[in-house]
Each structure stands twice: as C-alpha cells, then as structure tokens.
Nanobody
Framework: DVQLQASGGDLVQAGGSLRLSCAAS????????IGWFRQAPGKEREGVSC????????HYEDSVKGRFTISSDGAKNTVYLQMNSLKPEDTAVYYC?????????????????????WGKGTQVTVSS
C-alpha cells in the first residue's frame, strides 16, 4: 500500500520557521501531484501548496505566497514545505497527500480536494 508520512510540526513563535517533510513509500513522487493541506479547528481542510514533478510546477494559496516554499527530493522520495514568517493564523494540522493526476495541483489550492492518498497530519502551532 502507498504510505505517506508527514512530520516536522511543532510549536513556534510568530515570525519563526518550520520545515515539514512528507516521506513516501511504495510509489514514486514523479508520477503524482503532491499537495500540502491544512485544517484549523472548526474549518474545512484546504490546500495550501502543491508540486507536480511532471511539469516542475509549484502552486501556492495566496495567504502563504512568499512565505512557504514547496520542494521535492527525488532521491529521498520526500516533499518538503518550508514555512517562514509564520503567523498565528497558520496554526493547523498539516497533511500531505498524493494524487495520481499530475495536473491536479491548480484544483486543490484554497479548497478541499479528494486526493488519492493521505498521510496522517502533523500539528503546527504558532503562538503570538
């Protein structure tokens, strides 16, 4: 079975940085769109960033543009989300997910999207 494992969440002060990792097993990122979603208490899960190695494209939700950077390491089969200048409103459980349609990225930004595979979440808490 495909497995995704997200890690790197932590408690950080506003203005700080974190790097989330999404490690995949039993499939190659090259053929998938990999998205990072977040879900704050009482809110719907939404896509904040996505990478598609098929066309080297990256996508970001407006509120994280310029602060978050998504990247992938094919050798490690891992996707990263570097989060800088964190704000209290970034507090959420962050999930990574994979979709077998590499062109899915634009459709998940800012909304929930039914990805093929989901990892367990990692908690990010930003204190003011």
């Amino acid at each position: 079975d495909v497995q995704l494992q997200a890690s790197g969440g932590d408690l950080v002060q506003a203005g700080g940085s974190l790097r989330l990792s999404c490690a995949a097993s039993r499939f190659s990122f090259d053929d998938y769109a990999i998205g990072w979603f977040r879900q704050a208490p009482g809110k719907e899960r939404e896509g904040v960033s996505c990478i598609s190695n098929s066309d080297d494209s990256t996508h970001y939700e407006d509120s994280v543009k310029g602060r978050f950077t998504i990247s992938s390491d094919g050798a490690k089969n891992t996707v990263y989300l570097q989060m800088n200048s964190l704000k209290p409103e970034d507090t959420a459980v962050y999930y990574c997910a994979a979709d077998s349609a590499p062109s899915s990225c634009p459709y998940l930004i800012g909304r929930y999207y039914g990805m093929d595979y989901w990892g367990k979440g990692t908690q990010v808490t930003v204190s003011s």
